[in-house]
């Protein structure tokens, strides 16, 4: 892991599902490892990231 670049957020949120938006609303999301367990079930969980999948669907479908 030499050159690694790590980041470490504190966060306050007033529920899990808050902090699971905010953090794969990162831009860098998609591009680093993150250790973060959910707090949310199964189907919250799939519901959060629903919008996001959505939205890249949309921008592949643009850019081809």
Known sequence: ???AIGL???VNA???RELDDLITSLPVW?????EVTPLTTFEG???????R?????AE???AS
Not at 46 to 51: C, F, K, N, V, Y
């Open 30 to 34: 998609s591009r680093m490892e993150t």
């Open 1 to 3: 892991m030499s050159g």
């Open 14 to 16: 007033e529920s899990a």
């Open 53 to 57: 999948l959505e939205q890249l669907k």
């Open 8 to 10: 470490v957020l504190i």
């Open 45 to 51: 969980r799939a519901e959060s990231l629903r919008p």
């Open 60 to 62: 592949t479908r643009r």
